[in-house]
């Protein structure tokens, strides 16, 4: 039995209600004003208008949240215009499903944006497909949900401000401490499910209910039939979670990686590189999120024939795939990588990108390759002759090949410190340059 969660406040358990001021207290003072306009703006066109999901689960949790989710009971869309006519920002419409996206001016204490929703029912024409919708009702809007505990929602216009909806049992699933799906067919009319179930398992520490264990093993084959955008989305979600080495251990222990692709895994060893993983020191260059990094570290530890499988599966930006499958090439031949040349061991990793460099050096930092590794950051890769193409012009040379051969052939002795001064250098190019007579 999972263990029962102890609420931030009590209760009752009919007609839950919080006061409105309590339950907008988490949130900075500019978002709570603002939260409190757009209400009046609903009360006065008489839209019901719920903040529903993961930031009253977050709340009634004591957990932070700017998940602001907005449900009115009627067209999300013309209510965010007035939104954007009389509070500023701009809208993002999706015609298809009755939502639009609120984008706030930034650098005024507010969120990013805010998601504007129809209450509406759905319906999915096979697995994996995208619903259809129709305009309905806050308590139908509740059940297309994925979990119980994601179905709470907290009324903000009006005299009823501050009541907590509760139509599907997600009060009493918050305080067991499970994840609890809404009806048989949840699985299979979405199965990325599965891994939102898994993540939030994870995150929250709560068990999966018995019947929402037997639906999730059931319906693991049909996420092959899910677009690789959707399932690279629910990783790059989990990648971000505090606890993802718990969660990828759980999509490995239910089949879930499998099903995504026969040979991918999340293995103990992978665990522990990617809870080792650190955001890259500036020296390295690299501009990647968390998740980007915390991907190519895992797939690094792939075969490199895998890796380009997972990566086209997953239809990542073209940036990413190169370098989760350069990290997977880098690793397989790490032991020949430290052996090498100072010269050749730079060359080859310029061939990579940066990101690749800085996962292999994530895994290596502790052998005899990172020190390398990290001497390639700081100086090899920077490292040029004082001799340049001018300088060869200048002496009579005409361009050609034999420009790249010679300060390539320079470059290589200064990186395996066969040319240490510029004096050596000049004796060097000396050479090179009576070879080309």
């Known amino acids: 039995m999972p263990k029962p ?51 009253v689960r977050d709340l009634l949790l004591g957990l932070p949240s700017l998940d602001l989710d907005l449900v009115v009971e009627g067209d999300a869309i013309a209510f965010g215009r007035q939104l954007v006519r009389s509070l500023g920002g701009s809208l993002l419409p999706h015609k298809a499903f009755g939502t639009a996206v609120w984008t706030l001016a930034p650098g005024r204490g507010l969120p990013e944006f805010i998601d504007l929703i129809s209450a509406r029912r759905e319906s999915y024409a096979r697995p994996g497909a995208l619903p259809s919708v129709e305009l309905s009702n806050i308590t139908d809007d509740q059940f297309r949900r994925d979990f119980s505990i994601n179905t709470l929602a907290l009324r903000l216009d009006g005299l009823q401000a501050g009541q907590i909806l509760d139509a599907w049992g997600g009060l009493a699933d918050l305080r067991a401490g499970v994840i609890r799906v809404l009806h048989d067919q949840s699985f299979s009319d979405d199965p990325t499910r599965i891994l939102r179930a898994l993540r939030f398992s994870g995150r929250l520490g709560f068990k999966l209910e018995r019947k929402t264990l037997q639906q999730l093993r059931a319906n693991v084959d049909k996420l092959d039939v899910v677009s690789g955008e959707r399932i690279a989305n629910e990783l790059d979600l989990i990648l971000q979670e505090s606890q993802r080495g718990k969660i990828l251990s759980s999509l490995q222990n239910y089949g879930v990686l499998r099903a995504l692709h026969p040979k991918l895994r999340f293995t103990p060893v992978m665990a522990g590189a990617l809870a080792a993983a650190r955001p890259p020191a500036p020296l390295w260059g690299v501009d990647a999120t968390q998740a980007e990094l915390g991907l190519v570290v895992w797939l690094a530890h792939a075969a490199p024939a895998t890796a380009q499988a997972v990566t086209q599966r997953l239809r990542l930006t073209t940036e990413l795939s190169a ?49 390398r590794l990290l001497a390639y950051a700081r100086r090899w890769r920077n490292l040029q002759p004082y001799t340049d193409g001018n300088a060869l012009k200048a002496r009579g040379l005409k361009p050609g090949k034999a420009y790249g051969q010679i300060l390539q052939t320079l470059r290589t002795a200064w990186l395996d410190g066969e040319v240490k001064t510029r004096k050596q250098e000049a004796a060097l190019l000396e050479a090179l340059l009576r070879e080309q007579r």
């Open 5 to 55: 969660v102890r609420l931030l406040t009590q209760l009752a358990s009919s007609a839950p209600h919080l006061p409105l001021a309590r339950a907008l207290a988490p949130l900075p003072p500019a978002s709570r004003r603002l939260l409190r306009a757009v209400a009046a703006r609903a009360a006065g066109r008489k839209l019901p208008l719920y903040i529903v999901g993961g930031y």
């Open 323 to 371: 370098a989760c499958q350069a990290a997977a090439s880098l690793r397989a031949k790490a032991a020949r990588l430290a052996n090498m040349p100072n010269s050749a061991l730079t060359y080859t990793l310029q061939r990579a990108p940066q990101l690749a460099v800085y996962a292999l050096y994530s895994l290596q930092r502790t052998t005899p390759l990172g020190p």
